[in-house]
């Protein structure tokens, strides 16, 4: 994908072809379209099923079950209903928001998806009113809201549309710096003989910001799935649920209460009111 022209002196450099320059191109983001709430959903809305075809919803929604209670149950970034649909399966009563039309109109195309009450906006603001036994937030999502005060202030505002016995449960990642090298990182995630699939990643640590672009080149040219998140430390979120006035009731590894330990890779957090 590389070419070499002669240069001064007659020694030789590298020359970028069409398709790289075209790579480098689209891997050049405008960061005020990624604050847009609604920009994952409408890139990704048509293949994110099939991009994560490999997770399973039902250790997650047998836990949410379990705290639902029988009361009003709300998924922020509903998306397109991959845990909701088999909760609402269960006769549980569950509500979304998302910021994405085009989401939710997958959602909307399966099963059941159509009795689901949506409403279209940002997740950060919680716009539906309460009380709500549980709210809950899966697959690093909360991490989509791009800055520390965006992150709070859902915090806040899930708070208030909780009823006096509510949790707040969140599925986040924890962390590994060590997968950068000096701020970047580039992955190889599928190589068929029609297909390749790459991640290009660049991480900003005094914002603690990661930009991605999953990128495959196929027979019909390339095809860009970008993603932005602002990762926070579990720490970090208790003391913003603290000044929600949400305290941490309950931290595992996984949807099965794996115990969470500095080893995990991931954590299931679980609020209460205080």
Same mark, same amino acid.
């Given at each position: 994908?590389?070419a070499?022209?002669?240069?001064a002196?007659?020694?030789?450099?590298?020359?970028?072809?069409?398709?790289?320059?075209?790579?480098?191109s689209?891997?050049?983001?405008?960061?005020?379209?990624?604050?847009?709430?609604?920009?994952?959903?409408?890139?990704?809305?048509g293949?994110?099923?099939?991009h994560?075809a490999?997770?399973?919803?039902?250790?997650?929604?047998?836990f949410?079950?379990?705290?639902?209670?029988?009361?009003?149950?709300?998924?922020?970034?509903?998306?397109?209903?991959?845990?909701?649909?088999?909760?609402?399966?269960?006769?549980?009563?569950?509500?979304? *928001?998302?910021?994405?039309? &085009?989401? #939710? $109109?997958?959602? !909307?195309?399966? %099963?059941? =998806?159509?009795?689901?009450?949506?409403?279209?906006?940002?997740?950060a603001?919680?716009?539906?009113?309460g009380p709500?036994?549980?709210?809950?937030?899966?697959?690093?999502?909360?991490f989509g809201?791009?800055?520390?005060?965006r992150?709070?202030?859902?915090?806040r505002?899930?708070?208030?549309?909780?009823?006096?016995d509510?949790?707040?449960?969140?599925?986040?990642?924890v962390?590994?710096?060590?997968?950068?090298?000096?701020d970047?990182?580039?992955q190889?995630?599928? *190589?068929t003989?029609?297909? &390749?699939? #790459? $991640?290009?990643? !660049?991480?900003? %640590?005094? =914002?603690?910001?990661?930009?991605?672009?999953i990128?495959?080149l196929?027979?019909?040219?390339?095809?860009?799935?970008?993603?932005?998140?602002?990762?926070?430390?579990?720490?970090?979120?208790?003391?913003?649920?603290?000044?929600?006035?949400?305290?941490?009731?309950?931290?595992?590894?996984?949807?099965?209460?794996?115990?969470?330990?500095?080893?995990?890779g991931?954590?299931?957090?679980?609020?209460?009111?205080?």
């Amino acid at each position: 994908m590389a070419a070499h022209e002669r240069g001064a002196g007659g020694r030789w450099r590298a020359r970028k072809t069409g398709s790289v320059h075209r790579l480098l191109s689209g891997f050049v983001t405008d960061v005020a379209t990624f604050d847009d709430p609604s920009f994952y959903g409408n890139r990704w809305a048509g293949v994110y099923d099939e991009h994560h075809a490999d997770l399973d919803p039902a250790a997650a929604a047998e836990f949410l079950a379990g705290l639902a209670g029988g009361g009003r149950v709300l998924e922020l970034a509903i998306g397109t209903g991959r845990v909701a649909l088999p909760l609402a399966g269960r006769g549980i009563a569950v509500e979304g *928001v998302d910021a994405s039309a &085009a989401m #939710v $109109e997958r959602l !909307r195309a399966k %099963p059941g =998806g159509a009795s689901i009450p949506v409403t279209i906006g940002d997740m950060a603001e919680v716009p539906v009113s309460g009380p709500f036994t549980l709210v809950y937030l899966v697959f690093n999502t909360l991490f989509g809201l791009l800055t520390q005060a965006r992150q709070a202030g859902c915090f806040r505002n899930v708070a208030q549309a909780l009823g006096p016995d509510g949790v707040f449960v969140i599925e986040c990642f924890v962390p590994d710096l060590a997968r950068y090298d000096r701020d970047q990182r580039v992955q190889t995630l599928a *190589v068929t003989e029609d297909s &390749a699939t #790459v $991640e290009l990643s !660049r991480h900003d %640590p005094a =914002g603690q910001r990661v930009t991605t672009q999953i990128v495959t080149l196929d027979g019909q040219g390339m095809h860009l799935h970008p993603v932005a998140l602002r990762y926070s430390w579990p720490s970090e979120l208790d003391l913003m649920a603290g000044q929600a006035d949400l305290r941490l009731r309950e931290r595992y590894s996984d949807w099965d209460r794996q115990p969470f330990d500095s080893g995990s890779g991931k954590h299931v957090s679980v609020y209460q009111r205080t």
